[in-house]
Structure formats: structure tokens, C-alpha cells
Nanobody
């Protein structure tokens, strides 16, 4: 099992940028596919982005495609989410997840962090 801790959230104006980080400890980080989800206020959790174990493939929700970028550094046991051209509707708690299969982490299975709050003001 892997333990995950997110950081980098904050308050930003619409059009601005943030970079979220998720640091992992425990089992070999490079064995895991990783994903970011978010939970907007009063709404269900939703998929944002995912990346394969060796960064060969990335996947994005349509709502963030072209604005957000997922990446990972296996040497630092960290996955990142670059958030650009932020909109007020991006306001949410952002959480990272890890599992040994891409097909399962994208549906929310595996290990989870506690989340980091992103607030976008208009």
C-alpha cells in the first residue's frame, strides 16, 4: 500500500495557475498508476486526470483538457497537476489516488490522499 499527501492548493483569481503535488511513501512508486480527482462543493467526486506508471499515457476529463497537465517524477515519488486558465467552477478539494492498474485507479479504487483545497475567485 502507498500513502499519499497532497499540497499546493490555495486561493487564486480566475485565469490564474496553481501546481498541485502529491507525495507518496510506502511501496515502489513506479508500480502505480496515478490519478487526480476533485470534489466540488456540494457535488460528487469527479475524475480529473490520470497517468500510467511510466508516463507513457495521460488521460483527462473533457472539462479540464487543454488547461490541466498531469505529470510524475518517479525519482521523487511525486505526481503533479498543473492547473492553468483556472475558472471558478474548478473550485474543489483535489485528491490524488494510486493503484496498480490504470483501469482501477480511474474509477476511484486504490489508495487516497486527504486532499488540498483549490478556490478560484471570479
Amino acid at each position: 500500500q502507498v500513502q499519499l499527501v497532497e499540497s499546493g492548493g490555495g486561493v487564486v483569481q480566475a485565469g490564474g495557475s496553481l501546481r498541485l503535488s502529491c507525495a507518496a511513501s510506502g511501496r515502489a512508486f513506479s508500480d502505480y498508476a496515478l490519478a487526480w480527482f476533485r470534489r466540488p462543493p456540494g457535488k460528487e467526486r469527479e475524475f480529473v486526470a490520470a497517468i500510467t506508471e511510466n508516463s507513457s499515457d495521460t488521460y483527462y476529463a473533457d472539462s479540464v483538457k487543454g488547461r490541466f497537465t498531469i505529470s510524475r517524477d518517479n525519482a521523487k515519488n511525486t505526481v503533479y497537476l498543473q492547473l492553468d486558465i483556472l475558472k471558478p467552477e474548478d473550485t474543489a478539494v483535489y485528491l490524488c489516488a494510486a493503484d496498480t492498474e490504470l483501469s482501477t485507479v480511474v474509477v476511484g479504487r486504490g489508495s487516497w490522499g486527504q486532499g488540498t483545497q483549490v478556490t478560484v475567485s471570479s
